[in-house]
Nanobody
C-alpha cells in the first residue's frame, strides 16, 4: 500500500520559515520524481517544486530563491524548506510521487497559514 504522509505545516508570521516533510512508503522512492504542490482556497492546485531521482530541481517562479526542495533517499522522505513566507503562500501543501506512464500518488496535505 502506497502512503505519502506530509507534516510540518502550521501558522507562521510573514517573513518566517517552515520545513515540510513527506514520508513515503510502498514505492521505490529513489526512482520517483517527487514534488510539492499547493492549493489555496478558491484556486487550482499548482506546482511549487519538483525533484527528480537524480536530484534535478524545478521551482515555480513565485517561490524561487525562497523555497528549497530536497530528498533523503535513505529515509524515503521529501522536504520543502520555506523561507521568507508571504501571505500569498497560504495554502494546503501536497506531496506527489510520479513516474512517466505510471499512477501518480498524493498525500493528504498539510495546511500552511502565513498571517500576522
Amino acid at each position: 500500500q502506497v502512503q505519502l504522509v506530509e507534516s510540518g505545516g502550521g501558522l507562521v508570521q510573514p517573513g518566517g520559515s517552515l520545513r515540510l516533510s513527506c514520508v513515503t512508503s510502498g514505492i521505490w522512492f529513489n526512482i520517483y520524481t517527487m514534488g510539492w504542490y499547493r492549493q489555496a482556497p478558491g484556486k487550482q492546485r499548482e506546482l511549487v517544486a519538483t525533484i527528480t531521482g537524480g536530484t534535478r530541481t524545478n521551482y515555480a517562479d513565485s517561490v524561487k530563491g525562497r523555497f528549497s526542495i530536497s530528498r533523503d533517499n535513505a529515509k524515503n522522505t521529501l522536504y520543502l524548506q520555506m523561507n521568507s513566507l508571504q501571505s500569498e503562500d497560504t495554502a494546503v501543501y501536497y506531496c506527489n510521487a510520479a513516474l512517466p506512464g505510471q499512477t501518480s500518488y498524493w498525500g493528504q496535505g498539510t495546511q500552511v497559514t502565513v498571517s500576522s
